[in-house]
């Protein structure tokens, strides 16, 4: 009877004192230490294995997880601090693995030191890819697509250097790329096209209209054809997205005629930038549309624009060859200036 007594009554002790334990460690959580540190020692993203690349001397966070992961929408970073110290993002603090966070950006994490008095700020990027963020497009891509053609060579011409007219020599170099696009054996020059339509069928002038590129693909035999844009009012920009796109889908390209005024310029100061428009103008213009991105849900087309002014990146590839601009940008630069389109297809 004693052994059973002794045993009925020791178990709600050792319960309790086990609660006075638990709770007095909470407490000691929550004491500043005395280091003045404030590093990130390691990061991750839950569900992925991959840890992060860690620039501790510039503060720099790199972390690509693959291209399944298609954005970068409440994704749950796990991550280490020196000891003591505490992560805020915005003013609210970041608890690994239980905060989640929006990576449409680069996010600004600030780490307050155990003796809650030294600070840093570390810059995390978080991206499903190699180079959008490189070229400021963005950090999650979810869908692309680029017709490129068969000349092995590539078929990006400006026109810069040719001949009297090079100044409204767009819509002749717009011409000639969809001819070499489509024909990796078309050989004529960009002066070829203005010689063979010198002053255009609709307007009689120098510049050129969508019927004049139209006109002079057949004097060549590439397979195309003109259309006019039938865009509703009602979601207009979708409308006109989802039209270049399908052609795109569809193994095409799309000449396009529009008004540079309505183009977001590039004021990045990033020579490495490939998105908005690298030069001023607000003329009229002639670009030539071969592929699509998706990043962060905006749509870009992919655009060889032919006033290259031999600019180049550091590849040595041309600024106008493989340029982004944003899809409502050009929707509302051909919609105020001409709603044609000339679709050209592979011969």
Not at 143 to 172: A, F, I, K, M, V
Request: aromatic letters at 12%; proline letters at 3%.
């Amino acid at each position: 009877m004693k052994h059973i007594f002794t045993f009925k009554f020791l178990i709600p002790f050792l319960f309790i004192g086990s609660l006075f334990s638990c709770q007095s460690g909470g407490n000691d959580e929550d004491i500043p230490s005395s280091s003045s540190k404030t590093e990130i020692l390691s990061y991750s993203i839950s569900g992925f294995s991959k840890e992060a690349d860690i620039d501790a001397t510039n503060r720099n966070i790199y972390l690509q997880l693959p291209e399944s992961q298609k954005n970068g929408i409440n994704l749950c970073p796990q991550f280490s601090l020196s000891e003591g110290a505490k992560a805020t993002v915005n003013g609210v603090e970041q608890i690994s693995g239980e905060t989640t966070i929006n990576f449409t950006s680069v996010i600004k994490y600030n780490i307050t030191a155990g003796n809650r008095q030294d600070q840093s700020t570390w810059n995390v990027t978080v991206t499903n890819n190699e180079y959008t963020n490189n070229w400021k497009l963005g950090l999650f891509l979810s869908d692309s697509r680029s017709n490129e053609g068969t000349r092995p060579d590539g078929w990006y011409l400006q026109q810069q250097h040719t001949g009297e007219y090079e100044n409204q020599n767009c819509g002749p170099a717009a011409a000639t790329m969809a001819a070499m696009w489509s024909d990796a054996t078309f050989f004529k020059s960009v002066e070829d096209a203005r010689n063979a339509i010198p002053t255009s069928s609709v307007g009689g002038e120098a510049s050129w209209h969508p019927e004049d590129v139209y006109n002079y693909l057949q004097q060549n035999g590439i397979p195309s054809e003109i259309k006019t844009m039938d865009i509703s009012t009602s979601g207009a920009q979708q409308q006109f997205y989802e039209l270049i796109k399908d052609k795109i889908d569809n193994n095409q390209i799309v000449v396009i005629c529009l008004s540079l005024a309505k183009i977001t310029q590039d004021n990045s100061n990033d020579p490495e930038c490939r998105v908005n428009l690298y030069y001023n103008s607000t003329n009229g213009h002639f670009l030539v549309i071969k592929g699509y991105k998706v990043v962060d849900g905006k749509n870009y087309f992919e655009i060889h624009d032919p006033w290259g002014l031999d600019l180049k990146y550091a590849d040595g590839t041309y600024k106008g060859e493989n340029r982004y601009y944003r899809s409502d940008d050009l929707y509302a630069a051909s919609i105020s200036h001409n709603k044609k389109l000339v679709v050209v297809s592979l011969k």
